[in-house]
């Protein structure tokens, strides 16, 4: 390092964007204890952009730790970054900055006339608000005036590669500025206040004026054959979106500013939030996934199932007791169930724990599957017994002194169980083929 530390003076003052008339600093925040960082809509998705980003979450809290001390210094806004100095607590300073895609011309033009067809929407952004349809009609447009996923590129001198406490407590500082001044958003993506303001004054202007020539030119009509051939030239639909590579990464609670209810499990909240982004994703899967219109339609989970799907992804202790005792299951009972839950989700569940009496159709069915797996005077496989000798208590058949059942489900599958001291355990998927769901019960040959 020089012998003049940069960081005691002004830090920008080699900075080649110093002259740039479209710059603008910000003098630093003071520290705010027990306040919320984003008290707008806008704001909160400027930082689920950063905390959707950042591969650490554990970086991204300490960085609000740091936002939250004032270790943030004046933070200088311009077409595609900010750049600010963040101490460390040891008083060590790291320049910092933050890259945001500038938009083209095109996007501008865009943005600019979706803007200025609402006379509502320019009030609002006079009066320092981000009306939401405009940034929803914006970015059907394909312009998305808000960050999203990966949109903010870190750099700091501390050379972290992904989002370090200095580049988040930035984010979390720029959020205050975004909660008072929408513009700095505007100014991120390419233009200052009074070009943007100049520009929508002058569409409005030109939005006022045009009416009368488009109603002159509504008075001749327009051919039903134009209407119609204008109609096969239109473009396809665009494909589906992309499964994404894996799960979004849910936004950490900000548990430093001690207005959380007393009592609030953070665990607990943050673990639910984490299967709610697995369990999407893995929905999205589905929906994306070959035939899936074809496919018939599930029924909706129960709450006891969802606690043994919540179950099968935690990994506390203390997360699984306490769903165990809100489903009504001891431990035992919920690791039957999780158990279950692997070879069949939800239907596999009922099965281990819900026992029914078929009736007259779905017995004679039942009893049809039986004949043909084991068709009389034919041998079974290996050479065993034709029909194995299968006692039946209402939907589940058991074989008298050994350690085989199976067990028969509302949509006629047969699932494969085994007895395990005083229990009896699943032991694999179901098979409509009754012979097929025991011969999974059979050990392997070794030399198979």
């Given at each position: 390092m020089n012998a003049q530390d940069p960081y005691t003076s002004d830090p920008y003052a080699s900075d080649p964007y110093a002259q740039d008339p479209y710059e603008k600093t910000f003098p630093a925040l003071p520290p705010a204890p027990g306040r919320a960082f984003a008290l707008t809509w806008w704001g909160h998705a400027w930082l689920r952009a950063l905390e959707d980003s950042a591969l650490d979450g554990q970086q991204v809290k300490q960085g609000r730790r740091y936002a939250r001390s004032g270790a943030v210094g004046a933070v200088t806004v311009r077409p595609g970054g900010l750049t600010a100095v963040v101490r460390d607590p040891d008083g060590t300073a790291h320049r910092t900055d933050v890259l945001v895609q500038e938009f083209t011309g095109a996007q501008w033009d865009r943005l600019l006339g979706m803007a200025a067809a609402e006379s509502g929407h320019i009030a609002a952004l006079l009066d320092r608000e981000v009306p939401p349809e405009l940034v929803e009609d914006a970015a059907a447009a394909g312009v998305d005036l808000l960050p999203g996923i990966g949109d903010l590129e870190p750099r700091c001198d501390c050379e972290e590669w992904d989002h370090c406490p200095h580049t988040a407590a930035l984010c979390y500082q720029v959020a205050r500025l975004l909660d008072q001044d929408p513009f700095v958003l505007l100014l991120l993506r390419g233009r200052a206040e009074a070009g943007v303001v100049a520009e929508l004054e002058e569409r409005s202007t030109a939005e006022a004026e045009a009416p009368a020539s488009r109603e002159s030119a509504?008075?001749?009509?327009?051919?039903?054959?134009?209407?119609?051939?204008?109609?096969?030239?239109?473009?396809?639909?665009?494909?589906?979106?992309?499964?994404?590579?894996?799960?979004?990464?849910?936004?950490?609670?900000?548990?430093?500013?001690?207005?959380?209810?007393?009592?609030?499990?953070?665990?607990?909240?943050?673990?639910?939030?984490?299967?709610?982004?697995?369990?999407?994703?893995?929905?999205?899967?589905?929906?994306?996934?070959?035939?899936?219109?074809?496919?018939?339609?599930?029924?909706?989970?129960?709450?006891?199932?969802?606690?043994?799907?919540?179950?099968?992804?935690?990994?506390?202790?203390?997360?699984?007791?306490?769903?165990?005792?809100?489903?009504?299951?001891?431990?035992?009972?919920?690791?039957?169930?999780?158990?279950?839950?692997?070879?069949?989700?939800?239907?596999?569940?009922?099965?281990?724990?819900?026992?029914?009496?078929?009736?007259?159709?779905?017995?004679?069915?039942?009893?049809?599957?039986?004949?043909?797996?084991?068709?009389?005077?034919?041998?079974?496989?290996?050479?065993?017994?034709?029909?194995?000798?299968?006692?039946?208590?209402r939907s589940r058949w058991t074989e008298p002194g050994g350690d085989r059942q199976l067990r028969l489900d509302r949509e006629g599958r047969w699932w494969p169980y085994r007895r395990a001291v005083d229990h009896w355990l699943p032991a694999g998927p179901p098979s409509a083929d009754p012979a097929a769901a025991l011969a999974a019960l059979d050990p392997e040959d070794p030399e198979d």
């Amino acid at each position: 390092m020089n012998a003049q530390d940069p960081y005691t003076s002004d830090p920008y003052a080699s900075d080649p964007y110093a002259q740039d008339p479209y710059e603008k600093t910000f003098p630093a925040l003071p520290p705010a204890p027990g306040r919320a960082f984003a008290l707008t809509w806008w704001g909160h998705a400027w930082l689920r952009a950063l905390e959707d980003s950042a591969l650490d979450g554990q970086q991204v809290k300490q960085g609000r730790r740091y936002a939250r001390s004032g270790a943030v210094g004046a933070v200088t806004v311009r077409p595609g970054g900010l750049t600010a100095v963040v101490r460390d607590p040891d008083g060590t300073a790291h320049r910092t900055d933050v890259l945001v895609q500038e938009f083209t011309g095109a996007q501008w033009d865009r943005l600019l006339g979706m803007a200025a067809a609402e006379s509502g929407h320019i009030a609002a952004l006079l009066d320092r608000e981000v009306p939401p349809e405009l940034v929803e009609d914006a970015a059907a447009a394909g312009v998305d005036l808000l960050p999203g996923i990966g949109d903010l590129e870190p750099r700091c001198d501390c050379e972290e590669w992904d989002h370090c406490p200095h580049t988040a407590a930035l984010c979390y500082q720029v959020a205050r500025l975004l909660d008072q001044d929408p513009f700095v958003l505007l100014l991120l993506r390419g233009r200052a206040e009074a070009g943007v303001v100049a520009e929508l004054e002058e569409r409005s202007t030109a939005e006022a004026e045009a009416p009368a020539s488009r109603e002159s030119a509504a008075d001749a009509g327009v051919l039903a054959s134009e209407v119609y051939a204008a109609a096969s030239a239109l473009p396809p639909l665009p494909p589906p979106a992309r499964l994404p590579e894996a799960p979004g990464q849910p936004p950490t609670l900000d548990t430093e500013s001690g207005t959380e209810p007393p009592g609030l499990d953070v665990d607990g909240v943050e673990f639910l939030a984490q299967a709610a982004a697995t369990q999407a994703y893995r929905l999205l899967a589905e929906a994306l996934a070959p035939a899936h219109a074809e496919r018939a339609p599930q029924p909706a989970p129960t709450a006891a199932h969802d606690a043994v799907r919540l179950t099968a992804e935690a990994h506390d202790l203390r997360v699984r007791s306490r769903l165990s005792a809100a489903s009504d299951r001891d431990r035992a009972a919920m690791d039957r169930a999780v158990l279950a839950w692997g070879f069949g989700g939800a239907p596999a569940v009922s099965v281990l724990e819900e026992d029914w009496t078929p009736d007259r159709t779905s017995l004679t069915r039942a009893r049809a599957a039986l004949s043909a797996a084991w068709p009389e005077g034919t041998d079974g496989p290996d050479g065993a017994a034709a029909d194995p000798v299968l006692r039946r208590i209402r939907s589940r058949w058991t074989e008298p002194g050994g350690d085989r059942q199976l067990r028969l489900d509302r949509e006629g599958r047969w699932w494969p169980y085994r007895r395990a001291v005083d229990h009896w355990l699943p032991a694999g998927p179901p098979s409509a083929d009754p012979a097929a769901a025991l011969a999974a019960l059979d050990p392997e040959d070794p030399e198979d």
